[in-house]
């Protein structure tokens, strides 16, 4: 990514897709330059549709389009009576609910059936046990979320060796092969999620001030994009803006680590301006810290629309803006690959579906773009006019 350099030009571009609604908004902004706001709004409509991610190999992005069945494929499948598994990497979250339901969705509308959903909770030999557990039950598919590449490498391997169609999200064991051991992964632009929250907090700072950064400490592709994304474009577009900070969390209490690391921050540095976590559950920690030193006006930019940062949008309180995945879409994906894969459809090794910024202004038309149904009541009713 290279730093853009804002002539009169470009800045009148800018505030005309702003005025045009391209932008995601201008709701909590700081008090600093509004050319800052410009910029940022800027680079948001110019990332629109567009994935800035690489696979986990290095592969180039192809679009969820590329997944799509005729009605003669669907028919093949649907004579199958296949069965399918879902190994979680860790659930109850929104994120994961979303994905799962999306699978679950595209699924039953093949007529395949879903015969197991675990929970690993993000322990690598959980999830090679739940993984052994479920070839018992002969899946077609499995499609899962490695929480460890290596550790749970062997586990999949005998999945694929098994005859079962592997189709993954986000990360991909170690020395597997996309074609051979593996349909494909299915991911959100994970680097340009990053990206999208590093633009919404420089709008919010108006382009200044010391920050802090909570990331996920793990060998975890995706997590590692979303920080490499946000901490490339805060340097390079942003040089006012310094992260000053930086901790990372391990779980399986992301929340709780995030809020010790959270308060650590503010401890030690008062006046920091905002703090960025990795995705929403570490957010709602850090929101968490924020509240008990009595930081109220401190913002707090991230990744994935839960619903606890999705009402802190609404209200305009303490989160200023994040880059969304679209989870529900990312299931259907992985349903269709994998239903490809089994009437011998070739696919794309890496399937990316781009960022959706989200902040204040959008937050609740948001919310039916990733989960496919409206607002719940309590954050429609959070949402401050």
């Known amino acids: 990514m290279k730093r853009t350099t804002f002539h009169l ?7 005309t897709l702003v005025a045009a609604g391209c932008s995601s908004g201008s709701a909590n902004t700081g ?29 180039e992005p192809s679009p969820a389009t590329a997944a799509a069945l005729t009605p003669d494929e669907l028919a093949k499948v649907k004579g199958l009576n296949a069965k399918a598994a879902i190994v979680m990497h860790y659930g ?27 929970d690993a909770n993000f322990k690598p030999d959980k999830q090679v046990s739940d993984i052994e557990t479920v070839l018992n039950l002969k899946p077609d598919i499995i499609v899962s979320i490695p929480t460890d590449p290596v550790a749970t490498a ?15 999200m986000d990360n991909v064991p170690k020395g597997l092969t996309a074609g051979t051991d593996y349909v494909g992964v299915v991911s959100a632009d994970n680097y340009g999620n990053g990206a999208t ?14 920050i802090g950064a909570i990331f996920h400490e793990a060998d975890f592709f995706v997590t590692k994009q979303r920080y490499q994304g946000f901490k490339d474009t805060i340097t390079k577009e942003y040089p006012d803006i310094k992260i000053v900070e930086e901790k990372g969390i391990a779980g399986p209490d ?23 976590g990795v995705w929403d559950v570490p957010a709602e920690g850090i929101m968490a810290a924020a ?28 989160v200023v803006g994040l880059g969304a995945q679209v989870p529900f879409d990312q299931g259907v994906t992985e349903a269709l690959l994998g239903a490809g894969a089994l009437i011998g459809k070739k696919a794309p090794p890496y399937v990316a579906l781009s960022s959706l910024p989200v902040d204040h202004s959008n937050v609740l038309d948001a919310w039916k773009q990733v989960y496919h149904v409206d607002a719940p009541a309590d954050l429609a009713g959070a949402y401050k006019k």
């Open 9 to 15: 030009a470009a800045f009148a571009t800018a505030l």
């Open 31 to 59: 008090a600093a330059d509004s050319g800052v706001s410009a910029k940022a709004d800027a680079a948001l409509a110019q990332m629109k549709g567009k994935v800035l991610s690489k696979g986990p190999n290095g592969e």
């Open 92 to 118: 109850g979250n929104d994120w994961a609910n979303a994905q799962i339901a999306g699978l679950k969705d595209q699924f039953a509308k093949m007529g395949i059936n879903v015969v197991a959903v675990t």
């Open 154 to 168: 062997s586990a999949y391997k005998r999945a694929a060796a098994a005859g079962s169609k592997l189709v993954f």
């Open 197 to 210: 929250s590093a633009h919404l907090m420089a709008k919010a700072l108006g382009g200044k001030g010391d």
């Open 254 to 276: 992301f929340a709780g680590d995030a809020q010790a690391a959270a308060n650590a921050m503010l401890s030690k540095r008062p006046t920091l301006a905002g703090i960025w």
């Open 291 to 318: 509240r008990a030193s009595g930081r109220t006006d401190l913002k707090i930019a991230t990744e994935d629309l839960g619903k606890n940062v999705a009402i802190a949008l609404a209200k305009n309180e303490l």
